[in-house]
T-cell receptor
Framework: GAVVSQHPSWVICKSGTSVKIECRSL??????MFWYRQFPKQSLMLMAT?????????EQGVEKDKFLINHASLTLSTLTVTSAHPEDSSFYIC???????????FGDGTRLSIL | GQNIDQPTEMTATEGAIVQINCTYQ??????LFWYQQHAGEAPTFLSY????GLEEKGRFSSFLSRSKGYSYLLLKELQMKDSASYLC??????????FGAGTTVTVRA
């Protein structure tokens, strides 16, 4: 199997709050995890790639101080949206894959709404 | 940069066959994935092609032609539960996945 758990599913919070999203691979070791953002009826946009034990690689235009990523173990990566504002409201999805050319397996996503 | 094109919407009748085309122009190529995404949910993996030809997996098949930069996903014996968005994604030379905007398939009774 290849199950990825993402938590929480839904967050509603005030502007200025920091929000942490967890992504866990439940039944396999994920050497690489990815964080995506998706706007309604649009495709997934890669935000960053994280490898266990090393710093995340961010895509152009993504602020690394705004979106903090930690990949402390082979089964857990976290994304922290710091000082969130309404424009950060979106659907955030993580994925994880095994070593090598393997399919990415996605978590259920987190719907973030900043008021 | 990566350029991945697929139709926006398709409609078909229950029991029918639908073919979703995907054309791509990418920097390097390490394979093409198809994912299914139901509204409000995360994508689920359907298929992976890296060599030319047809890969069959139950009611779903995926085809690849690397020389033409072309793939299709074939859905047979359509069921109502197949109504979803289907995403074409290319693994580029940098081993990052680039997604198309998705094709929304609506299955009608």
């Amino acid at each position: 199997g290849a199950v990825v758990s993402q938590h929480p599913s839904w967050v509603i919070c005030k502007s200025g709050t920091s929000v942490k999203i967890e992504c866990r691979s439940l039944d396999f070791q994920a050497t690489t995890m990815f964080w995506y953002r998706q706007f309604p009826k649009q495709s997934l946009m890669l935000m960053a790639t994280s490898n266990e034990g090393s710093k995340a690689t961010y895509e152009q235009g993504v602020e690394k101080d705004k979106f903090l990523i930690n990949h402390a173990s082979l089964t857990l990566s976290t994304l922290t949206v710091t000082s969130a504002h309404p424009e950060d409201s979106s659907f955030y999805i993580c994925s994880a894959k095994r070593q090598g050319i393997q399919p990415q397996h996605f978590g259920d996503g987190t719907r973030l709404s900043i008021l | 940069g990566q350029n991945i094109d697929q139709p926006t919407e398709m409609t078909a009748t229950e029991g029918a066959i639908v073919q979703i085309n995907c054309t791509y122009q990418t920097s390097g190529f390490n394979g093409l994935f198809w994912y299914q995404q139901h509204a409000g949910e995360a994508p689920t993996f359907l298929s992976y092609n890296v060599l030319d030809g047809l890969e069959e997996k139950g009611r779903f098949s995926s085809f690849l032609s690397r020389s033409k930069g072309y793939s299709y996903l074939l859905l047979k014996e359509l069921q109502m539960k197949d109504s979803a968005s289907y995403l074409c994604a290319v693994l580029g030379g940098d081993y990052k996945l680039s997604f198309g905007a998705g094709t929304t398939v609506t299955v009608r009774a």
